[in-house]
């Protein structure tokens, strides 16, 4: 078992709490509005979702809109879900077998699919997992509409180009025919003016609403984008193969508190 690592920080700590929080980043008014009913009869639209990581305070009402589109298009039997490894300790690029428990439960391990990953340059780590928000504040979300969604989680320290299309392509071939979503997990510039933010990051989500990986890494190594996760989400782009994006929404923290210097979310669609 992989427990909460951030629960009490970067979310509430209790279920009642954390459930109430969720509740409150879809009604905020940067979130969708209104709380979402789960889709019974999944459509399959969307495979693939660009979700920021930071405190629910900050990030979670851009994320809410995300999930609300998946929510709204039925969820899948498992998410891949890939974070950037923030601490740099354990293999470049890991997959765990563990389930991860948060206040709402234990998200259990797809182990077939997480064992049809371990290809190079993707290792069997948990190390790389134990201290790492990325992935865990995702799995609430899926977790306040459904107990039974599966997961693999991937973490990512190695976020060249090469190395990301190559996880792509793994995540792709293992997924198979599996009705899977993937969740690319990253926030944008870290702690600039919100002009500069808005102004950089725009030039990133550009590439990613073109489906260009090769176009988003140019473009943040370029321009110095402070995008925590520019990997994740060339590896989801390469795994999902989707022939439209849509931007839903783009925030930065300093429209929920005001501050010189801020950290830019944004919640894409890949269909």
Same mark, same amino acid.
């Not at 995008?227 to 929920?256: H, R, T, W």
């Given at each position: 078992?992989?427990?909460?690592?951030?629960?009490?920080?970067f979310?509430?700590?209790?279920?009642?709490? @954390?459930?109430?929080?969720?509740?409150? &980043?879809?009604?905020?008014?940067?979130?969708?509005?209104?709380?979402?009913?789960?889709?019974?009869?999944?459509?399959?639209?969307?495979?693939?979702?660009?979700?920021?990581?930071?405190?629910?305070? %900050?990030?979670?009402p851009v994320?809410?809109?995300?999930?609300?589109?998946?929510?709204?298009?039925?969820?899948?039997?498992? /998410?891949?879900?890939?974070?950037?490894?923030?601490?740099g300790?354990?293999?470049?690029?890991?997959?765990? !077998?563990?389930?991860?428990?948060?206040?709402?439960?234990?998200?259990?391990?797809?182990?077939? @699919?997480?064992?049809?990953?371990?290809?190079?340059?993707?290792?069997?780590?948990?190390?790389?997992?134990?201290?790492?928000?990325?992935?865990?504040?995702?799995?609430?979300?899926?977790?306040? /509409?459904? +107990?039974?969604?599966?997961?693999?989680?991937?973490?990512?320290?190695?976020?060249?180009?090469?190395? !990301?299309?190559?996880v792509?392509?793994?995540?792709?071939?293992?997924?198979?025919?599996?009705?899977?979503?993937?969740?690319?997990?990253?926030? /944008?510039?870290? %702690?600039?003016?919100?002009?500069?933010a808005?102004?950089?990051?725009?030039?990133?989500?550009?590439?990613? @609403?073109?489906?260009?990986? +090769?176009?988003? %890494?140019?473009?943040?190594? +370029?321009?110095?984008?402070?995008? &925590?996760?520019?990997?994740?989400?060339?590896?989801?782009?390469?795994?999902?193969?989707?022939?439209?994006?849509?931007?839903?929404?783009?925030?930065?923290?300093?429209?929920?508190?005001?501050?010189?210097?801020?950290?830019?979310?944004?919640?894409?669609?890949?269909?």
């Open positions: 078992m992989r427990y909460a690592t951030v629960a009490g920080q979310y509430k700590g209790t279920e009642t709490g @954390l459930r109430k929080e969720i509740e409150d &980043c879809f009604l905020h008014k940067l979130g969708p509005g209104s709380i979402p009913a789960l889709n019974p009869k999944r459509s399959g639209r969307i495979r693939g979702i660009v979700s920021p990581h930071a405190g629910y305070m %900050y990030s979670g994320a809410a809109h995300g999930f609300a589109a998946l929510a709204e298009d039925g969820f899948p039997r498992v /998410f891949v879900i890939i974070g950037p490894n923030h601490h300790v354990g293999s470049g690029v890991a997959v765990t !077998a563990h389930d991860f428990e948060t206040p709402l439960g234990i998200m259990k391990n797809d182990r077939d @699919l997480a064992a049809a990953m371990k290809k190079d340059p993707i290792d069997n780590s948990m190390l790389a997992h134990r201290h790492e928000h990325s992935i865990e504040v995702q799995l609430p979300f899926i977790q306040y /509409f459904s +107990k039974n969604c599966m997961f693999v989680p991937v973490s990512m320290m190695m976020q060249d180009h090469k190395s !990301a299309q190559r792509g392509q793994i995540i792709r071939e293992a997924v198979g025919e599996r009705d899977a979503v993937v969740i690319a997990s990253t926030d /944008f510039s870290h %702690y600039i003016s919100p002009e500069q808005r102004e950089k990051d725009m030039m990133a989500i550009e590439r990613i @609403l073109d489906l260009d990986t +090769k176009g988003l %890494y140019d473009t943040v190594r +370029k321009n110095r984008i402070t995008m &925590c996760g520019f990997g994740p989400v060339i590896a989801m782009l390469e795994a999902v193969q989707g022939s439209k994006a849509e931007l839903l929404k783009y925030a930065n923290s300093g429209d929920i508190t005001a501050m010189s210097e801020v950290v830019g979310y944004a919640s894409i669609v890949i269909s």
